[in-house]
């Protein structure tokens, strides 16, 4: 299982909808502008001032993250779902089951259009990519639980 050397065989892209992105930036453009008021208070002869504007690239970079970094790949033994720096690994021998979803519980999906997969042993996992019909159809193949399996 080292992923280092070894390429996906195929990559699904992430969605993020267009509520998700509002969102994101609201809050991050509402914590920056808080940050720059603060600037803005102490005055640029201030060091404390120039302080409160570190957080703003930060912020930024961190409401950008969950767009730009959000993909499940598929390789020969596991998926792995990689979402805002962070990758999940799911052999799929320990999933259970694979569905559509439009559940509000989500930590990993960008959009309400979700697949649900169900691996007890790793921990469950809802995502969003780009064409789930073809996430759900190649891991019910990949699972061995699609109809005839």
Do not use: Q
């Not at 299982?1 to 892209?13: A, F, I, N, Q, T």
């Not at 002869?45 to 690239?57: D, F, I, R, T, Y």
């Not at 959000?70 to 990758?87: I, K, M, Q, S």
């Not at 996992?125 to 996430?135: K, M």
């Amino acid at each position: 299982m080292g992923e280092k050397d070894e390429r996906p065989e195929r990559v699904l892209p992430g969605r993020s909808d267009p509520w998700f992105i509002a969102v994101m930036v609201i809050v991050a453009g509402g914590l920056s502008a808080a940050c720059i008021a603060c600037f803005a208070g102490a005055g640029p002869s201030s060091p404390w001032g120039w302080l409160a504007l570190l957080p703003v690239p930060a912020l930024v970079a961190l409401a950008a993250l969950p767009v730009r970094s959000n993909r499940v790949e598929l390789y020969e033994d596991r998926l792995v779902v990689v979402y805002a720096g962070t990758r999940t690994s799911i052999p799929y021998a320990h999933v259970r089951g694979v569905r559509r979803t439009r559940t509000l519980w989500a930590g990993t999906a960008n959009s309400l259009d979700r697949v649900y997969i169900e691996a007890p042993y790793d921990g469950d996992a809802i995502v969003s990519v780009t064409d789930n019909d073809a996430l759900v159809d190649e891991l019910e193949r990949r699972c061995g639980l699609g109809p005839g399996a």
